[in-house]
T-cell receptor
Framework: RKEVEQDPGPFNVPEGATVAFNCTYS??????FFWYRQDCRKEPKLLMS???SGNEDGRFTAQLNRASQYISLLIRDSKLSDSATYLC?????????FGTGTKLQVIP | EADIYQTPRYLVIGTGKKITLECSQT?????MYWYQQDPGMELHLIHY???????EKGDLSSESTVSRIRTEHFPLTLESARPSHTSQYLC???????????FGEGSRLTVL
């Protein structure tokens, strides 16, 4: 079993739709959690950190469920520019583990 | 914007050549990482460093080597490149407080 698992997609959604991604992690000692965005042939960039209390940044909401060991990302009112691969990242001490990524395609 | 730089951005070389991919950051981060990523595929950690004179191999076996003589510099070397080394190589450093990873723009290597 992979340490961090994501549905690879692709998720094809119309503009304006709400889409949610989940990510599960296997190590209960995981300490910090992030969502990164990676555009085609570009480097990953931090989208948002994920806190136990949940956090929101504009149209994006991230949540952490430690009991079930998953994190989620909700995107409301999808824009064409949201098309990218979304990477779940889990840290334990010094170790950084990436999920395989979920590809999102927002369609006009 | 993150202050982490990779050179060269693109490199096409013949089999058997020795190459070094450069990575430098000006943020004073101790932790640095090298990832390998094929198009449309996941990131694989190949090397990491927790500070000067500290280097470790990552999850994916790699024929490359790294060094960390200075905090700001983390070069990756392939002694004898092969077509199987064709890939994108991404360097990153990690902030001490938030744990955020900052990536360079990548070095896209093609071995003929």
């Amino acid at each position: 079993r992979k340490e961090v698992e994501q549905d690879p997609g692709p998720f094809n959604v119309p503009e304006g739709a709400t889409v949610a991604f989940n990510c599960t992690y296997s190590n209960s000692a995981s300490q910090s959690f992030f969502w990164y965005r990676q555009d085609c042939r570009k480097e990953p960039k931090l989208l948002m950190s994920v806190y136990s209390s949940g956090n929101e940044d504009g149209r994006f909401t991230a949540q952490l469920n430690r009991a079930s060991q998953y994190i989620s990302l909700l995107i409301r009112d999808s824009k064409l520019s949201d098309s990218a691969t979304y990477l779940c990242v889990v840290n334990i001490d010094q170790k950084v583990t990436f999920g395989t990524g979920t590809k999102l395609q927002v369609i006009p | 914007e993150a202050d982490i730089y990779q050179t060269p951005r693109y490199l096409v070389i013949g089999t058997g050549k020795k190459i070094t991919l450069e990575c430098s950051q000006t943020m004073g981060h101790d932790k640095m990482y090298w990832y390998q990523q094929d198009p449309g595929m996941e990131l694989h950690l190949i090397h990491y460093s927790y500070g000067v004179n500290s280097t470790e191999k990552g999850d994916l076996s790699s024929e490359s080597t790294v060094s960390r003589i200075r905090t700001e510099h983390f070069p990756l070397t392939l002694e004898s490149a092969r077509p199987s080394h064709t890939s994108q190589y991404l360097c990153a450093s990690r902030g001490p407080t938030t744990g955020e990873l900052f990536f360079g723009e990548g070095s896209r290597l093609t071995v003929l």
